[in-house]
């Protein structure tokens, strides 16, 4: 079970007050796409790959740095939100890997210059001793 510890609660309470003062309205289809980062010398996620179900949901796969290739994390569901629950606007995501030695959520915000910011969390569940931690970067489609 993912578990977030208080330090983790408070950076996800902000990244909402953020992403609800800045984002725009859109719908599930605008985040469709191959996405791909805006730092090429990014040592996290290179690309991601947002793909319609075809009922309305949809799945996201995702590609980390690695060499010589990138690593395929592969496919997760996608929860979408709106502001409300009567909104049919979505414009928030969010998306859960468990690796197994650790868990990833990512949060990912839609905005209205056609770029997506996506919160890595990455919570170690391996009893290692690392120290879990997040990081936020912006892709283009």
């Known amino acids: 079970m993912f578990q977030i ?12 007050a953020l992403t609800l003062a800045s ?11 191959t996405w791909t980062n805006t ?6 996620i290179t690309r991601l790959i947002l793909t319609p179900n075809g009922d309305g949901t949809l799945n996201v796969q995702v590609f980390g740095k ?5 690593c395929d994390w592969g496919k997760a569901g ?5 502001t409300s629950v009567s909104d049919t ?6 998306a859960v890997y468990p690796k197994g030695f650790s ?16 919160q890595s969390l990455t919570q170690f569940v391996d009893k290692s001793g690392r120290q879990n931690y997040a990081s ?5 489609r």
């Open 23 to 33: 984002s725009a309205h859109a719908a599930t289809s605008d985040f469709v796409g």
């Open 136 to 140: 936020r970067e912006v892709f283009r």
């Open 66 to 70: 690695c060499q010589p290739t990138d």
């Open 78 to 82: 996608v929860l979408t939100y709106g």
């Open 5 to 16: 510890n208080k330090l983790s609660r408070i950076s996800l309470t902000a990244l909402t």
């Open 89 to 94: 606007d979505h414009w928030l995501g969010s």
């Open 39 to 44: 730092n090429a010398a990014t040592r996290g």
């Open 103 to 118: 868990n990833t959520m990512l949060v990912m915000n839609l905005f209205p210059n056609k770029t997506l910011s996506v």
